[in-house]
């Protein structure tokens, strides 16, 4: 009973950090239609922005995460505004194709500045911190990823649902034309939308690295654990893409239960079971 206890949460603390990856993912195409393929190098890309300002720049990590937060936002207000509005069309090849190169020069810059080695934040053995209760042993920094997730979740359904940018943001998503003849730019609101993406990118590389090293090579994977959580809580859903991280993480917990090796390997697993199953996703449409 333990041990199954155990699979359950530790797979949710992991689904939370998937579900993280994912929110940035799942509000572009929410909102643009838009194919990211460079999703994952973008999260890599601030991971490295952020050692650059804790290692080379000597600031201290809270001054450093705020920081980045302001640059995460401007940049990809200027990425999507100056760049990715030109492809951002019905037809979701030119956008595949611009954000696979973006992610291909990504890789390979950060190679040539940073070398080929795994980075992470330093954060005075918080990361392996962690309470025992009822023969559980609970990571802090995993919880505050949860928690974390949990607030942007809520965060993310209330500026769709309740404000006049996520209005926009919808009506943008529905009928681009329409909008324009309302007065509203799409280009704006599509680049705001992609400024906060980065925000969420930016608070999930931070978390990221503060768990784990990250090396420059690393945003394949990281895409595609964002990209399976956003399928199997459904396209656009904040809450289902939540639920989609969740799922995700507590398979490929069964899976290194069972054998080390099969973690991963169940995850995909599930993920491709999902898509047969029902192909909208477990929670398709936000509300």
Known sequence: MIALVNILVQGVLLGALYALFAMGQSLVFGVMRMTNTAHGDFIVLLVFGLVALTGYAHLPLAIAIALLLVIAFGFGYALQYLVLNRVAVRDPLPSLIVTFGLSIVIQN??????????????????????????????GYLPL??????????????????????????????????IVRLMGVSHRRTFALAMAVAFVLIAIAATLYSMRTAVSPSDGPALLLYAFEAVIIGGMGSFWGTFAGGLFLGIAQQIGFYIDPGWGIWLGHVVFLAVLVARPQGLMPKTR
């Open 144 to 177: 505050l990823t949860l928690a974390v997730t949990v607030a942007i979740t809520f965060a993310m359904q209330w500026l769709f649902g309740k404000t006049s940018l996520g209005r926009a943001f919808r009506a943008t998503s529905d009928d681009r034309e």
């Open 109 to 138: 810059v950060l190679q040539e500045i940073f070398s080929a080695d795994p980075r992470s934040i330093a954060t005075g053995g918080f990361e392996s911190a962690s309470m025992s209760f009822g023969g559980l042993s609970v």
